[in-house]
């Protein structure tokens, strides 16, 4: 009888522990990256790393994300492109991801920060602005918005 009752324990801590990890889809980094006039992100200026990292409650773990205004506003900018070069406008950019219908971007492909790279944006008439800076942050907005510790404003395209 306290046998049956060890194996009845044991298999309903496997039972619980499959129940909770079945839960916890952010386990597993799906892949997820961000296209022009694809709708399915949110959170529009939010840091979404907050969520979308190793451990964290989002689905799939960005390498770069971040959220575009339209110039002097506080409002989304669809379609943009965000690049990321070694040097300002030397060779070809490293990744080239696009900017979204609700002006975000995201992607969990692999970057090569090697030292640092130089993000640039390319706004709907083909401008590119570079960032005067290198970063191996890929959590644009955790600078660029809203959020606490903000030093920078917004992406800002035109
Ligand atoms: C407060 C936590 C949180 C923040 C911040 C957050 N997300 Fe998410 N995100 C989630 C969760 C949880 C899900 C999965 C459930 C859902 O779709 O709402 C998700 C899902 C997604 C999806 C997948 C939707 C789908 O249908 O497959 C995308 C794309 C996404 N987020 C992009 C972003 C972007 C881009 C940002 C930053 C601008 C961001 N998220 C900020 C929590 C967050
Ligand atoms: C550590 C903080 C920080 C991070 C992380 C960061 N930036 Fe910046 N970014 C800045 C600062 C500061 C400026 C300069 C703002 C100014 O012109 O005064 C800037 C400027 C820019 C500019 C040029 C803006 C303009 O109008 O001149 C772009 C584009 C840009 N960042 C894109 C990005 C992208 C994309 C990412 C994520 C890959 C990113 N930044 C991550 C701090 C940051």
């Not at 990890?21 to 907050?50: F, I, L, Q, R």
């Not at 799939?60 to 989304?76: D, I, R």
């Not at 070069?85 to 090569?112: C, H, M, Q, R």
């Not at 290198?134 to 809203?146: E, L, R, V």
Request: glycine residues 10%; hydrophobic residues 35%; proline residues 6%.
């Amino acid at each position: 009888m306290k046998k049956l009752s060890v194996v009845i324990s044991i298999l309903a801590v496997a039972y619980i522990s499959s129940i909770i990890t079945g839960c916890e889809e952010a386990e597993w980094n799906e892949p997820k990256v961000s296209y022009h006039d694809d709708d399915e992100s949110h959170n529009w200026g939010m840091n979404c790393m907050d969520c979308h990292r190793r451990g964290g409650p989002g689905e799939g773990w960005f390498t770069v994300a971040g959220s575009v205004a339209k110039l002097g506003t506080n409002e989304p900018y669809p379609n943009a492109t965000i690049e990321m070069w070694e040097e300002i406008g030397v060779g070809s950019p490293v990744a080239i991801i696009e900017v979204d219908a609700l002006g975000n971007f995201y992607t969990t492909e692999p970057i090569n920060w090697g030292d640092g790279l130089y993000p640039a944006i390319i706004s709907q008439n083909g401008e590119r602005i570079f960032m005067p800076y290198k970063t191996m942050i890929g959590a644009c907005n955790s600078c660029h918005f809203n959020g606490e510790g903000v030093s920078a404003p917004p992406i800002w395209a035109k």
